[in-house]
């Protein structure tokens, strides 16, 4: 992405006249931590079976920091949880999207191996 700042740039070298544009290359770089879409953000929460299970709370990142999030009793893996304004900031209108987390139940191996011989 490349933004144009007009008369910001350096003046000529020969001569007098008005100052060039300025051009500002941005690259950006994807998060390790959360998807984009708009202005809503998405992040996949790694939770144990026993919390899918039972409930309880997990530490989910936002932008602004850390956030604890109550897992209710019973939730299922791909399950999905709305966390309001605590994604990025419209452009036009300054009006922060929501955070999406989706619960990644984390099943243990070893009750999965024993349990099919594998």
Not at 33 to 56: S, V
Not at 83 to 103: C, E, Q
Request: hydrophobic share 35%.
């Amino acid at each position: 992405m490349v933004i144009q700042v007009p008369r910001m740039g350096d003046a000529p070298e020969a001569g007098s006249g008005p100052a060039g544009d300025l051009l500002v290359h941005v690259n950006i770089e994807s998060s390790k931590l959360f998807r984009r879409q708009g202005t809503h953000l998405y992040h996949d929460a790694r939770i144990p079976l026993h919390t899918a299970l039972l409930g309880g709370r997990v530490r989910v990142p936002t932008l602004d920091g850390e956030v604890d999030v109550r897992v209710p009793q019973g939730t299922q893996p791909g399950e999905e949880m709305v966390i309001k304004s605590r994604g990025v900031p419209g452009v036009h209108t300054g009006v922060k999207g929501d955070l999406f987390v989706t619960f990644r139940v984390q099943l243990p191996r070893y009750v999965l191996t024993q349990a099919y011989n594998i």
